[in-house]
């Protein structure tokens, strides 16, 4: 008959605790899905800039607003497979005439033009054309791994240089 308080003091403890947890979730939930994460990048595409295995930390406000610039860093879904997000450059807006080959194509109304700073070894625009500018997840703005690379990605004339 002691150990019914003891249940009772336990079940309320883990409530409690509970209760917490999904408070603290649905908070952590809220702050990755809307306003900025850390993001793992892999391949070759935009080294020297950024190598494999670098994390960026990552906003999400200026893409909700479509408040991306040229120079910009941005994680995107890939155009080709939706399933996986591709990190690249903004090197083209809406109405921009972007260079391809020997041609040159102008950039639609709500897209923008995407390629990998590692031109000779990146799948990117040149290859599935304008990105829709929905697709576009979040903006770069620094790299956080590897400790000794920590660098601010920031914007000087139209150009992202790192710090």
Known sequence: ???????????????????????????????????????????????????????LLTEHITPRFQRIKKGDIIIAKSPSNPQI??????????????????????????HVWLEGDNRSNSADSRI??????????????CRVWPPKEIKMLTHKKGQVIVR
């Open 128 to 141: 599935y054309g304008p990105v829709p500018q929905g697709l576009i997840c979040a903006r770069a703005l």
């Open 1 to 55: 008959m002691s150990y019914i308080p003891n249940i009772s003091n336990y079940a309320t403890k883990l409530a409690g605790v509970l209760a917490y947890m999904v408070q603290y979730g649905c908070i952590t939930h809220c702050v990755l899905e809307y306003v900025g994460d850390f993001v793992i990048c892999t391949g070759p595409s935009m080294e020297p800039t950024i190598y494999s295995n670098d994390i």
């Open 85 to 110: 997000h591709v990190c690249k450059r903004v090197t083209g807006m809406p109405g921009d005439k972007v260079l391809v080959g020997f041609s040159s194509k102008v950039v639609p109304r709500g």
